[in-house]
């Protein structure tokens, strides 16, 4: 089995000469097999070895487990890595399932270790049936070609080595090594899902349907995920066309989306979602195929709530994805007139920015985004800094007559729920600037300014005297 997994780790690229790896460690078959097959391959890769290990505290023998895998440790001659986490009192915080609670501060333990120990792998002891009951239970729960992919190989720091072998194949090299293994009795526990998975519904399939389920299924997962991973890097590679970021909203482009076949829309979107809030937990199929519908066939101005607190709002040639309780927020901002500082800086804490005037004699080349200059010397003081009124008119840079501020907003294809939000600069005759969009045609920089006014927009937090 060590030269098979050997060869597995070679072709996939999963270790390199010198590497520092945390190897996860509970006592169990898999992790602790993993653990010395690693060992027995430190001196051809040079590697050093630290072993981590999680006291979940489900069980009385727990205690007994994290002495055990610090004593195999010792002997290995590996730094030792343990802590205790009370999970159960997790659960009852969280409302998680025990399974994803214990995975959830597993993982960030290791991430933790790996951190501290300046580590370049962590090794994990998934097998190849594991790999099996993974693409069957995601297949249960519904999920997509990326759950239905499975466990990678390898997925940033994290490698698992054992995806070559089988349980079986582990237990025989546990019994002719001599290793004696911890044994995780709440593994025959059928209140949780893998167990049956395991237990009873792999078993009944393998007898009366296919006796090479297991390898059916693995390969299966192997060959959806290379699909998946061309599928994705074809999406990234659509986002720097479709896809736009700001501090507060994600836009997607919908005319150019509805041009891709739909499964680039549906992993375009995805990409979006996981962009904004970090992860997918919660998006299911029926969302993001609702997400697709609103791009195709969806009327302006409709919004689609979506899990985590995102909302989805349908623009004229857009889609915007932004939280709920940021849109409430800037809806609800009235900004009554403020006075400008020119020069100098007007902080404006109800809409989060700042304006910044200067005055000059010389001409400015080239303006950065959020930038506006004006002939000085045309506009009538005060200056003031406000939020859109009813009736307010606006005459845009280049073009002839003014136009309802509400029609320019249209026009801009700006969301809906920005639109209070947005910071109108005024002089004594109205609107000279809608800040970070368009400057007015009245006090427009001419070959015969001698008096010039720059104003920049920015964020607050980005601004300090």
Not at 13 to 18: N, Y
Not at 343 to 357: E, F
């Amino acid at each position: 089995m060590l030269e098979k997994i050997k060869a597995h780790i070679q072709r996939y690229e999963m270790l390199t000469k010198g590497d520092r790896v945390v190897v996860a460690c509970s006592g169990g078959p898999d992790s602790l097999a993993l653990l010395y097959i690693l060992a027995e391959l430190r001196p051809y890769y040079q590697l050093e070895i630290a072993v981590a290990h999680v006291n979940h505290m489900f069980r009385e023998e727990s205690t007994e487990e994290a002495r055990f895998v610090g004593r195999i440790a010792g002997q290995l001659g590996a730094a030792y890595y343990q802590t205790e986490i009370n999970v159960p009192e997790y659960i009852q915080k969280t409302g998680l399932s025990a399974e994803e609670a214990a995975r959830i501060v597993r993982y960030r333990f290791l991430y933790q270790v790996a951190e501290e120990w300046q580590a370049s792998k962590i090794a994990i002891g998934h097998h190849r049936d594991d790999q099996a009951e993974t693409v069957l239970l995601h297949l249960l729960r519904g999920s997509g070609t990326k759950g239905l992919g499975a466990m990678k190989r390898v997925s940033g720091l994290l490698i698992r080595p054992l995806l070559a072998v089988s349980r079986q194949e582990i237990e025989a090299f546990c019994q002719l090594t001599q290793l004696q293994p911890c044994e995780d009795m709440s593994n025959q526990n059928l209140d949780f899902l893998r167990n049956r998975i395991r237990l009873e519904l792999i078993p009944h399939l393998e007898s009366r349907y296919n006796p090479a389920l297991r390898s059916s299924l693995c390969r299966t997962a192997e060959i959806i995920s290379d699909e998946h991973d061309f599928i994705l890097q074809s999406a990234q590679k659509a986002w720097q066309s479709i896809g736009k970021e700001t501090s507060d909203y994600i836009y997607l482009n919908s005319e150019e989306l509805v041009k891709y076949h739909v499964s680039m829309q549906r992993e375009i979107f995805r990409l979006a979602i996981e962009k904004k809030q970090g992860h997918l937990k919660g998006i299911s199929f029926l969302h993001v195929e609702n997400l697709i519908e609103m791009a195709v066939r969806g009327s302006v101005g409709s919004s689609l709530p979506l899990p985590g607190g995102l909302i989805a709002q349908k623009g004229y040639s857009s889609i915007a994805l932004t939280f709920s309780r940021q849109c409430e927020s800037k809806s609800r901002v009235a900004l009554s007139e403020v006075m400008l500082n020119i020069p100098g800086s007007t902080v404006l804490t109800q809409l989060g920015i700042a304006i910044i005037a200067k005055l000059s004699d010389i001409p400015i080349e080239s303006l950065a985004l959020g930038q506006a200059l004006f002939d000085w010397n045309e506009l009538q003081e005060p200056l003031v800094v406000r939020t859109r009124q009813e009736g307010d008119r606006f005459n845009p840079l280049g073009i002839k007559g003014s136009k309802k501020l509400k029609e320019f907003f249209i026009d801009s294809k700006i969301p809906r729920c920005q639109r209070d939000s947005i910071p109108l600069v005024c002089d004594r005759q109205g609107i000279i600037w809608a800040a970070g969009y368009r400057q007015s045609e009245r006090g427009k920089v001419t070959a015969q300014t001698s008096r010039f006014l720059q104003l920049t927009l920015m964020k607050q937090e980005d601004y300090s005297d």
